[in-house]
């Protein structure tokens, strides 16, 4: 049973650094063709594909947002992090991890999402 | 990074049958068999509902089909149910831009 987590401060300040991290069973991110992906969704807005990394170590990331994102994975621990810089009232909202199975192009167990506020 | 186009909204009474589209490229929809689908109830995490644009994961009952012509990809919902009524997001590999993947602009599904 695939399960993923996100984790992450509740409030962070406008210029502050974000730390999100998916914590996940089920899987492993050594298996060929796995990845984990992470979508954001400010609040009653669409969702907004981030970053998504491979077992391969090969990433991906939104090209809007390539230059604040940095994502890394720590298979022994079962985690994928992200950190986003420079954050701004404009970022709040709930984010989702999610796997992304072999070889399909989607991402077929999701997280319950976190919800992160961005105010001074 | 342009988000593929749906509609708002969609509406239709109990047992009736609607169709989402979902307008791309030749970046994305067009040019790849990569869209999928998912449902989306308030508060709670997306649900995949579609995958390679017509394929449907094990669970997902047969009343949801997607297909696909040209740039426009639709996911189409037969025998309408109350519990259908969610928010319903397309989505794609794309090629261009330097990026990966896009999200669509979400449709809101209301059952009359």
């Known amino acids: 049973q695939i399960t993923l987590k996100e984790s992450a401060p509740t409030l962070v300040k406008p210029t502050q650094t974000l730390t999100l991290t998916c914590t996940f069973s089920?899987?492993?991110?050594?298996?060929?063709?796995?990845?984990v992906g992470w979508i954001r969704q400010p609040p009653g807005k669409a969702l907004e594909w981030l970053a998504l990394?491979?077992?391969?170590?090969?990433?991906f990331y939104s090209p809007s947002l390539k230059s604040r994102l940095t994502i890394t994975k720590d298979t022994s621990k079962n985690q994928v992090v992200v950190t986003m810089t420079n954050m701004d009232p404009a970022d709040t909202g709930t984010y989702y991890c999610?796997?992304?199975?072999?070889?399909?192009?989607?991402?077929?167990?999701w997280g319950q999402g976190t919800l992160v506020t961005v105010s001074s | 990074q342009s988000a593929l186009t749906q509609p708002a909204s969609v509406s239709g009474s109990p047992g009736q049958s609607i169709t989402i589209s979902c307008t791309g490229t030749?970046?994305?929809?067009?040019?790849?068999?990569?869209v999928s689908w998912y449902q989306q109830h308030p508060g709670k995490a997306p649900k995949l509902m579609i995958y390679?644009?017509?394929k449907r994961p094990s669970g997902v009952s047969n009343r949801f089909a997607g297909s696909k012509s040209g740039n426009t990809a639709s996911l189409t919902i037969s025998g309408l149910r109350s519990e259908d009524e969610a928010d319903y997001y397309c989505?794609?590999?794309?090629?261009?831009?330097?990026?990966?993947?896009?999200f669509g602009t979400g449709t809101k599904v209301t059952v009359l």
């Open positions: 999610a796997h992304r199975p072999s070889p399909y192009l989607c991402f077929d167990f």
């Open positions: 089920g899987f492993s991110l050594t298996t060929t063709g796995v990845g």
């Open positions: 990394i491979y077992w391969d170590d090969n990433k």
């Open positions: 030749s970046s994305d929809v067009g040019g790849y068999n990569y």
């Open positions: 390679d644009v017509y």
């Open positions: 989505s794609s590999y794309t090629s261009s831009s330097n990026t990966y993947y896009v």
